[in-house]
């Protein structure tokens, strides 16, 4: 049983249509922040969400075909690969060892940057890669009902345990 006050706010709720400030640098404690919560409804936050890694997303595919047009002009003997074309060396690399070795990159050494916020953060892609899979597995778990542990932090569910820092310093 809920109340009828709480089942109407709740449909109003979800349907609120306020502004996101994507640009700010507070969240939402009082009402001037990027995601005030006394207007902006669920369904537009979603849809922010998806909108948000859609422009990521191309992003990193822009990055990655210049990347490729570095690696053209690079002889085959050659070590090192100048970035000419792309966004630069990497500032930022996943926090987690093992990821910063996925597949065959080799930790230790300058990679490749796929986003750049601004020339101090430009992330490597097992930077983005630990940053999204933590984000990812909170929703995993959200969906699930499930309450595992995110990148070896403590076990809870969605929400209520910290996500652990994802991403280094060069």
């Given at each position: 049983?809920?109340?009828i006050v709480n089942v109407t706010a709740t449909i109003e709720n979800l349907n609120m249509k306020g502004t996101i400030d994507g640009t700010s640098t507070t969240f939402s404690s009082a009402t001037s922040g990027a995601i005030p919560y006394d207007n902006i409804g669920?369904?537009?936050l979603i849809n922010q969400m998806i909108t948000d890694l859609s422009s990521i997303k191309a992003t990193i595919k822009i990055n990655e075909r210049n990347l490729i047009k570095d690696l053209a002009l690079e002889p085959?003997?050659?070590s090192s690969v100048t970035l000419t074309n792309s966004i630069g060396p990497a500032t930022h690399e996943s926090s987690i060892s093992t990821h910063k070795s996925r597949n065959r990159l080799v930790d230790g050494t300058l990679k490749p940057a796929i986003f750049e916020n601004s020339s101090s953060f430009r992330y490597s892609e097992d930077g983005l890669f630990t940053l999204m899979a933590g984000l990812s597995y909170e929703?995993?778990?959200l969906k699930n009902n499930h309450n595992g542990a995110n990148n070896g932090a403590?076990?809870?569910r969605?929400?209520?345990v910290a996500i652990p820092i994802s991403t280094a310093t060069v």
């Amino acid at each position: 049983m809920a109340t009828i006050v709480n089942v109407t706010a709740t449909i109003e709720n979800l349907n609120m249509k306020g502004t996101i400030d994507g640009t700010s640098t507070t969240f939402s404690s009082a009402t001037s922040g990027a995601i005030p919560y006394d207007n902006i409804g669920l369904y537009q936050l979603i849809n922010q969400m998806i909108t948000d890694l859609s422009s990521i997303k191309a992003t990193i595919k822009i990055n990655e075909r210049n990347l490729i047009k570095d690696l053209a002009l690079e002889p085959d003997d050659d070590s090192s690969v100048t970035l000419t074309n792309s966004i630069g060396p990497a500032t930022h690399e996943s926090s987690i060892s093992t990821h910063k070795s996925r597949n065959r990159l080799v930790d230790g050494t300058l990679k490749p940057a796929i986003f750049e916020n601004s020339s101090s953060f430009r992330y490597s892609e097992d930077g983005l890669f630990t940053l999204m899979a933590g984000l990812s597995y909170e929703i995993m778990k959200l969906k699930n009902n499930h309450n595992g542990a995110n990148n070896g932090a403590s076990a809870g569910r969605p929400g209520l345990v910290a996500i652990p820092i994802s991403t280094a310093t060069v």
